[in-house]
């Protein structure tokens, strides 16, 4: 497993733009597929985006295509959450989420693929 540290989350108004950050600790972050997740209260966690080993292949919840922007850079074991024209029902507490995988071009949709987590950060945006 690798360990997850996300941070970048705060208060904005709507229409307003943040970005996330999930830093990983340990030498293979290249080898995971990479998501966010999120969690409003008294709702389930729900799927926000998912991003390949390689940074190639990304895929986007319909709620937040084209608004949100996903990358990651191996480098720097981070993966970003570009998120632009945010609404208030974008507010909740956001998890990025590391995969196993040792194929280059997945990613996945389901949490249940996904072996570790961050705490997550609070996204509030006021109306």
């Known amino acids: 497993q690798v360990q997850l540290v996300e941070s970048g989350g705060g208060l904005v108004q709507a229409g307003g733009s943040l970005r996330l950050s999930c830093a990983a600790s340990?030498?293979?972050?290249?080898?995971?597929?990479m998501g966010w997740f999120r969690q409003a209260p008294g709702k389930e966690r729900e799927f926000v985006s998912a991003i390949a080993q390689s940074g190639t292949y990304t895929y986007y919840a319909d709620s937040v295509k084209g608004r949100f922007t996903i990358s990651r850079d191996n480098a720097k074991n981070t993966m970003y959450l570009q998120m632009n024209s945010l609404k208030p029902e974008d507010t909740a507490v956001y998890s990025c989420?590391?995969?196993?995988?040792?194929?280059?071009?997945?990613?996945?949709?389901?949490?249940?693929?996904?072996?570790?987590w961050g705490q997550g950060t609070q996204v509030t945006v006021s109306s």
């Open positions: 989420a590391a995969a196993p995988t040792a194929i280059g071009s997945v990613f996945y949709t389901s949490e249940n693929k996904y072996d570790s």
């Open positions: 340990g030498r293979t972050f290249s080898s995971y597929a």
